[in-house]
């Protein structure tokens, strides 16, 4: 008789192992994780932009962090660094295009780290691109709201401090070989 021996064999039907066990699991979608991010870092961009524009009219200044740290309202028509000033329009289909791409490609994510990162690039470049639509001079022109400064370094906004994380967990995660379905390479 089979399985007489009080041994009893293995399940191969994975119905029986945990779903980490598992080969093939399917992870958990994190849709909604990415989504969560990006409302968040957009949320926070438009509020703080609206408090500067309203409260820190040039030429006044918070200076914090024994000067370190400066929170003025600078406006920015180009991109990092003031690059590219005649460029803004451009800066708006490139920030179409990116948010477009993270959209498509959210229906992939499966792993939480890449749901992060893109959610922190989707809300960035949305947040900058409010700025290029309605504001001065007008749609798909306007100006960036930028109100950080610290020494050495542009002024910059939350939008952008967004990116620029989502931009380097990006470098890691591909470094590290991770996949956006979670697996590694």
């Known amino acids: 008789m089979p399985g007489a021996t009080g041994a009893s064999a293995p399940s191969t039907s994975g119905a029986a192992q945990p779903a980490a066990n598992r080969p093939s699991a399917p992870l958990k979608r994190r849709v909604g994780v990415l989504l969560a991010i ?46 590219g000033t005649g460029l803004t329009a451009l800066y708006s289909v490139i920030a179409i295009t990116v948010i477009v791409v993270i959209l498509r490609t959210s229906r992939r994510i499966r792993s939480l780290p890449w749901a992060i990162t893109l959610g922190l690039l989707l809300g960035g470049a949305t947040g900058n691109l409010m700025d290029r639509i309605f504001r001065y001079p007008g749609p798909f022109r306007g ?14 906004n939350l939008a952008d401090s967004a990116i620029v994380c989502g931009g380097i967990l990006a470098v890691l995660l591909s470094a590290r070989g991770i996949r956006l379905d979670g697996r590694r390479d």
């Not at 932009?49 to 400066?70: C, D, M, N, S, Y």
């Open 143 to 156: 100006w960036v709201v930028d109100w950080i400064e610290v020494p050495h370094w542009p002024v910059f």
């Open 38 to 83: 990006a409302v968040t870092v957009l949320t926070l961009d438009i509020v703080s932009k609206a408090i500067v524009v309203a409260k820190l009219a040039p030429p006044k200044q918070i200076r914090l962090l024994g000067g370190f740290l400066t929170l003025l309202e600078s406006r920015n028509p180009g991109a990092a660094f003031s690059l």
